[in-house]
């Protein structure tokens, strides 16, 4: 029942090599700077400077330079430069066990000593550390678990290496989260720290930061980062507004999708929004974004953007993709905003032709009003005899299908010859991915990003 990911094809229509430079606009003052207690890095930032330069180029490697009283006859340097022996891995694994249940603490202490020695860090993290805080040091921990598997960590870590990129990264700062990293071991380890412990862990942080040095300096994966400038913002209803950016250089995607995303309002905020139209033309990529309680950047984007504003994206991420050599039919389930990802497959679907296929569309809202996408979606509907859409309410008895999409949705099976794909409120992907399994669908046939967009 777990989402079945795809690998992303590249985009079907060609597209233009360079779009015009962004609108200039008079700087934007972020909202964290009315917020002191939040720890507000300043002007001059690494993040300040992304704005307005190109990606950092590829430096030397910097080798961790700890003091050490290890191993004599070597330096720390060449000892990080060694692959991790199998009793490395041991004594890393054992290690692993006694900070497990001190990671709080541990991680505490890594952030206290990172910014503490290396000051000109702390503009790398956002301002508001309560998510970032486990971020860093969790992921190392993780890394340091699989680093019996190199192929397993590089793919784990790939991700990583490119999102901190992004977030201005640079190989010269693998150093000093190395020495902070052993530092924080080092005291939670207690007396299970020794001298080859310590060597072990610099083995693995070497062939850690090594891979992940490697996927940031990746060029031809493309760029880490793309500015988008807003062209369009359509408030749809109070709380939701239909965003259309130009991207700088060509951003390659599949319809389905999702991208990180931040706003100059939020500094290394990032949130990921569904891309809502598949790959045009013209370039330009549409988000719907709802403003939700304590959203920062969706209420920024529904509340404060406008046309000009310019944003800043991350590659495409996630596999709900459609694949357009089955030719199986198609059963979506739209809830919310959560219908955004739906069009763009719809649109793909029209531009690489259905065939045989047919598409259901059941789009959910709780009220009438909050069908926001609803027109569009019926004028597709019109277009293409193969796709049929259903608006469903599970709050008023006015309009469409009554009741919540996966009540609906499975009483209106069986529907075992389709593949379905799923995007909303984790708790209605959760509730349908049970409600399709019992109206015939196989597992594998079952596409979601759970938890992976979001609206915040
Ligand atoms: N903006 C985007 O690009 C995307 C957003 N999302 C997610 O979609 C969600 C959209 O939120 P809203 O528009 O506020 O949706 P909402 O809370 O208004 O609900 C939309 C639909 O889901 C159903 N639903 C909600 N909770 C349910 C439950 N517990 N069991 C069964 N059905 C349930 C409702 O009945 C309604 O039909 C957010 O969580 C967002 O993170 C997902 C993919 C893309």
Known sequence: MAAVLLPPK?????????????????????????????????????WSRAWGVPEPTARPSA?????????????????????????????????????????????????????????????????????QRDRLFRALLAAARSAADPAALARQLYPVGRSHRRYGVAAEHYGPFGECLLSALARYCGN?????????????????????????????????????????????????????????????YRAGQYTPL????????????????????DGLLTFHVKAVPAGWVSNALVHRARPGDVLRLGPPEGGMVVDHNAGGNLLCLGGGTGIAPIRALVEEVAEQGAGDRRVQVFYGARRNEELYELQPMLRLSQQHPWLSVHPVISDQRT????????????????????????????????????????????GERIRHDLGAATTA
């Open 10 to 46: 590249p985009p079907a229509a060609p597209r233009p090599a360079a779009y015009p430079a962004a609108t200039s606009r008079p700087p934007i003052e972020p909202l964290i700077t009315r917020a002191p207690g939040l720890n507000w890095a300043g002007p001059g930032d690494h």
């Open 63 to 131: 080798q961790l330079a700890l003091p050490s009283a290890a191993v004599p006859a070597r330096t720390p340097e060449s000892q990080a430069a060694d692959d991790p022996t199998p009793g490395d891995l041991e004594l890393v694994r054992v290690s692993l066990g006694v900070l497990e249940p001190v990671a709080e603490r541990a991680t505490a202490h890594f952030y206290a000593l990172l910014f503490l020695n290396h000051p000109e860090l702390r503009s790398l993290f956002p301002a508001a550390m309560d998510v």
């Open 399 to 442: 309009l469409g299908l009554a009741g919540t999409l996966p009540e609906v949705v499975e009483a209106h099976g069986p529907w075992d010859e389709y593949d379905a794909y799923l995007s909303g409120p984790a708790a209605m992907v959760r509730r349908g991915v049970d409600a399709l399994l019992r109206a015939g669908v196989a």
């Open 262 to 281: 931040e706003t100059p309002w939020w500094p290394r905020v990032w949130r990921s929004y569904s891309i809502a139209c598949a790959p045009r033309p």
């Open 192 to 252: 299970r720290w020794d001298a080859r412990t310590e060597t072990a862990w610099r083995r693995v942080y070497g062939l850690i930061s090594r891979i992940m040095r490697g996927t940031g300096e990746d060029t031809a994966a493309g760029p880490s980062w793309w500015q988008a400038e807003i062209v369009s913002h359509e408030q749809r209803t109070r709380e939701i507004a239909v965003v259309t950016v130009r991207p700088d250089q060509p951003y390659p």
